[in-house]
């Protein structure tokens, strides 16, 4: 998130008698504070002394919270007066009464009607151009007098933010007229302003533990709905033009929550024909997202789902997905079992991969479209060590998501990660199989539903690790005819070559 706040800055003239200090580098003393430069006894002493009198060191010459600063920055405010001619903001609605730049003036015997002033007494700088670095300056004068010029000069002003974490000014324009014109540098100036605490004030719907700004479903458009953030946002703030590029959006509440789930979730059933199981993965998948999982939104039920949607592709990609889905293969075992682990059962991935009877194989592959987030792969992890075969491939969608993880690639080596869009011709099936294949066959065993179906307290796993299931699940035999022919020709050569 980038937000830019900006607006035009009315500045005022004066000639007036300062006394102030202001804000100058002094690596000189700096060097010497960090140990880089002595001197004989007499000249050290001298210079103790004057830091000790400009509060660099206490009474006993150790360093003084200044003396921490000069030490670690090396700026230090040194001591000015005179005459000056000054410009100023005057009850701006941000900087309020404060001098933005000054030029010192040659006093004369004529400055007797003398005017006050009204300057505040903290905040004020001395703007960069080319015959100044940005500096702070302290006013040191009670009060300040001097005689204000007819003069309404306007310069440019952006607070640019980088996300929460920081911010810095820029300003832009000139001082001054013709031969006496002085350029302002567009400097980067760290800001220290408080950007939490305006953040609220810009947007009084923003969520503050979240670090997103609560909206309501009807006032999205379909891009914001789909990626949880607006683009562009504008809007105004204290004389300010707000500009805010990728606001991170979330739900106003938990109806909101639950409109902007649904929505998502009638998106993705239109695009293909989902099952009882495959439905309630994907709303799982959805509830997790970082904009909606504090609201703990539970999982729709199918039947009221189709009972309240208005899109005819929808219904019937829910109501009849087996008979109207020309993709979707009825998977017939050839044999006379299958295996059923039922909710709240106790097993670990190797008693998983003994109940399903893998031998030694050239290659194992686990297909599942879902395997991005941390604790599935670290599941699928567990699974593959629990198989003993020479090849070990996963295929899912490699498509960076919200709560995506590297897991496997940066942790695991024996695991080959393959894109499922690079095996499929076409759309990849909703399915999940687990296959073992070698030169005496393959099996292949279809599985009613995602990894997810089992849970574990620790988190970290392995094979062995015992863990509860959460969703039951039955694990099915099918014939090699029935699977997909692109990724049934991508084992088939996978064997090949393990051979």
Sequence with gaps: MKITLSKNIKLNSAQAY???QKEEMRKDI???????????????NRIKDYLKNIDVFDEQYHLTKLGDKVKDKGKIFVSEEGKYQIWFTQNDSFFKTIIFYFRRLQPNGKDENLNQVSLDRKGHFLLPTDENIYSKLNLVSDDVFGNTNNSNEQIHFSWVWDNLEKSHYIFS?????????????????????????????????????QNRYSIRFENLSEESRKTFEEKNFVSQWNGFEVKIKNLPL?????????????????EELKKEYFSITDFEETAIELNEKEALETFSLDIPKTKDFIEKTDSKKVFWHLNAPMDLNPNVKIKLSLKKYHIELRKGDKVSFADIVEKLGFDNSFVF???DRYVYNLNQQRAVTALAKAVNSTKKIVVTDLTPKENSSDYIQK????ITLR???????????????????????????NISNSIDYISFLDRSINENTVGTIRQSVVFTPISKEMLDKDLLNFINNETKNGN
């Design 365 to 367: 592959v686990y297909y």
């Design 30 to 44: 700096q060097e010497y504070l960090n140990g880089e430069k002595r001197f004989e006894s007499l000249i050290e």
């Design 173 to 209: 324009g000139q001082l001054g007229k013709s031969e006496r014109q002085t350029n302002i540098k567009g400097e980067v100036i760290p800001s220290d302003k408080e950007i939490k605490k305006t953040i609220s004030e810009i947007l009084p719907e923003w969520n503050n533990e």
């Design 250 to 266: 979330m739900p106003y509440d938990k109806e909101e929550a639950k409109k902007w789930r649904n929505w998502m979730l009638n």
């Design 411 to 414: 942790n695991v080596n024996e």
């Design 18 to 20: 300062l006394r102030f």
């Design 419 to 445: 894109d499922c869009k690079t095996i499929f011709k076409a759309k990849s099936p909703h399915d999940r199989y687990l296959i073992a294949s070698n030169q005496k066959g393959m099996s292949i065993w």
